[in-house]
């Protein structure tokens, strides 16, 4: 029994920290495109989504300046306010959106090996910890494939 909790406490700690991170790459991508209000806006509310969700996978690491914006987050606003709406940050927008979205995979799959965890183990508050922080993950995930969807076509086929 001790090796199953071992592993679970392990599947537990790598599920937080994937969405932990998550959260603050969420953030990152609102900041670097500040000047995209609908980026802007949610990836703050997403943030602040998945920091409950991780919260609720139980004991995680200390908070980081991330949460707060961190020190170089006023400086991301800026630069990207300075460059506005030009075709090389829309372009910068997609590249962003492509690895923001290989995040969200693999933080999704750290919940779903810690839910199939916590289902063989029979422990319910733990797969409703995690059900929660994966629906999570896939709002994120599902908000960033549509961004993505939307600034393709403007990126690929725009003046």
């Known amino acids: 029994m001790l090796g199953i909790t071992t592993s679970l406490d392990a599947a537990r700690r790598e599920a937080r920290g994937a969405v932990e991170d998550l959260a603050g790459e969420v953030r990152r991508l609102g900041e670097r495109h500040a000047a995209d209000h ?3 806006h949610m990836s703050r509310t997403l943030g602040l989504l998945l920091d409950e969700a991780a919260a609720g996978l139980g004991a995680g690491r200390e908070p980081d300046a991330e949460r707060e914006g961190g020190r170089f987050a006023r400086v991301r606003e800026a ?3 300075a460059m506005g709406s030009r075709p090389p940050a829309g372009a910068l927008l997609l590249a962003d959106l492509r690895r923001f979205l ?3 995979s ?3 799959v750290a919940c779903v090996v810690l839910a199939q965890g916590a289902q063989a183990a029979r422990n319910r508050d733990l797969l409703e910890a995690v059900t929660v922080a994966h ?3 896939l709002r994120t995930h599902r908000w960033a494939l549509t961004r993505l969807k939307v600034t393709a076509p403007q990126v690929l086929l725009g003046p």
């Open 38 to 40: 609908d980026v802007h």
């Open 79 to 81: 630069a990207s306010k």
């Open 102 to 104: 290989a995040s969200a």
């Open 106 to 108: 693999d933080a999704s």
């Open 135 to 137: 629906d999570a993950v």
